[in-house]
């Protein structure tokens, strides 16, 4: 059984596109992160949900828009896609804190 | 700039030898995490140390936190083929009620059978 899952695995689109990816945990975990890695393998929080509330949101370009329509489910949605965009999207879980539990990770690539 | 940086970049060692990553951090923790990414993969969680600890063991690894320099270690022993991957270190802050994990830039170790 998958913990954290995400989809799609792998998202190519071409540049001013709209698109979206889905989180959902099965670990009934309290909150749940959007990082970004990029090329160089840097992680970085975008955003943290705590019980459906927006708790961190980390000056990322509001082109993204995360909803939480429950505490298992956090989708990331992005308007406008730029060259830039371009990265791996983690999705992450946990309970309180504690350790996270991340998906396997979305390969977004923009042409 | 980056809170959590490891050294060093990239490690390469035989099969049975020890590995040792380092990591240092700027602000004050709550804890620190290590995790281990492989290639094309999530990142999996391996061990976390309170900032009350100084030593923890886990299996095969041994992490040390030092609160004063603001740094901690992970030692890999005997290490196996199966343990090539990237690690990263991860402070969880004090001012964290935002939960939200900061990252070093990771260790890339090759193990060679």
């Known amino acids: 059984d998958t913990a954290v899952s995400q989809t799609p695995k792998y998202l190519v689109t071409q540049m001013g596109n709209d698109k979206s990816i889905k989180c959902e945990q099965n670990?009934?975990?309290?909150?749940m992160y959007w990082y970004k890695q990029d090329s160089k393998k840097f992680l970085k929080i975008m955003f943290s949900?705590?019980?459906?509330?927006?708790?961190i949101n980390e000056t990322v370009p509001n082109r993204f828009s995360p909803k939480s329509p429950d505490k298992a489910h956090l989708n990331l949605h992005i308007n406008s896609l730029e060259l830039g965009d371009s990265a791996v999207y983690f999705c992450?879980?946990?309970?309180?804190?504690?350790?996270?539990?991340f998906g396997p990770g979305t390969r977004l690539t923009v042409l | 700039s980056q809170q959590g940086e490891e050294d060093p970049q990239a490690l390469s060692i035989q099969e049975g030898e020890n590995a040792t990553m380092n990591c240092s951090y700027k602000?004050?923790?709550?804890?620190l995490q290590w995790y281990r990414q492989n290639s094309g993969r999530g990142l999996v969680h391996l061990i976390l140390?309170?900032?009350?600890?100084r030593e923890k063991h886990s299996g095969r690894l041994r992490v040390t936190l030092d609160t004063s320099k603001k740094s901690s270690s992970l030692l890999i022993t005997a290490s196996r083929a199966a343990d090539t991957a990237s690690y990263f270190c991860?402070?969880?802050?004090?001012?964290?009620?935002?939960?939200?994990?900061?990252f070093g830039s990771g260790t890339r170790l090759q193990v060679q059978p």
């Open positions: 992450a879980s946990s309970l309180y804190g504690g350790e996270q539990f």
């Open positions: 602000t004050s923790i709550n804890n």
């Open positions: 670990l009934g975990h309290d909150t």
């Open positions: 949900y705590n019980n459906k509330e927006l708790i």
């Open positions: 140390i309170r900032s009350n600890e």
């Open positions: 991860a402070t969880a802050r004090m001012d964290t009620g935002r939960r939200a994990l900061t």
